[in-house]
C-alpha cells in the first residue's frame, strides 16, 4: 500500500514539473508559428557573424549587447515581438530588459533551432 502511494506522488510530481518547466521555457512551435503569421517582429540577439551564418526568414539582427541603443527598430511597445539566440539565455536577458521597459507582449522562443519551419 505504501508503495502505491509513493509511486502515485511521484508520477504527480513530475507531471507538476513538466507543466512549469514548459510555462518556464516559453511556447511551442505551433503558438510561435501563430504569432509569425500574424506579423510579430523576429529578432535575432546573437551576434552579427552568428546571424549571417544562419537564421530565421524575415529576422532582423539587434545582438542583445545593442538591445537598449536600437529601441527605435523595435517598434511600438503593444506590439508582438518574438526573440531569440543561440539557446535562449541571451534572449531571456532581452526580453527582460524589453519588458522592464513597458514592452507587453515578448516571446522568448529560445534558440534558432526552437523557431518553428518558415
Known amino acids: 500500500m505504501n508503495r502505491i502511494v509513493i509511486i502515485v506522488l511521484v508520477v504527480i510530481c513530475v507531471i507538476f514539473l513538466v507543466y512549469k518547466l514548459k ?14 503569421d500574424a506579423g510579430s517582429l523576429v529578432v535575432d540577439v ?25 529601441l527605435d527598430e523595435f517598434g511600438d511597445k503593444n506590439k508582438a515581438i518574438i526573440v531569440y ?29 526552437n523557431m518553428p519551419n518558415p
Open 23 to 36: 510555462s518556464v521555457f516559453g511556447v511551442n512551435q505551433t503558438q510561435l508559428k501563430e504569432k509569425i
Open 85 to 113: 539566440c543561440a539557446s535562449g539565455g541571451r534572449s531571456g536577458s532581452a526580453k527582460s530588459f524589453l519588458e522592464s521597459i513597458g514592452y507587453t507582449d515578448v516571446t522568448n522562443a529560445g534558440g534558432l533551432s
Open 46 to 70: 546573437r551576434t552579427v557573424a552568428e546571424f549571417q551564418s544562419g537564421h530565421f526568414p524575415g529576422a532582423v539582427n539587434i545582438p542583445v549587447d545593442q538591445v537598449s541603443k536600437r
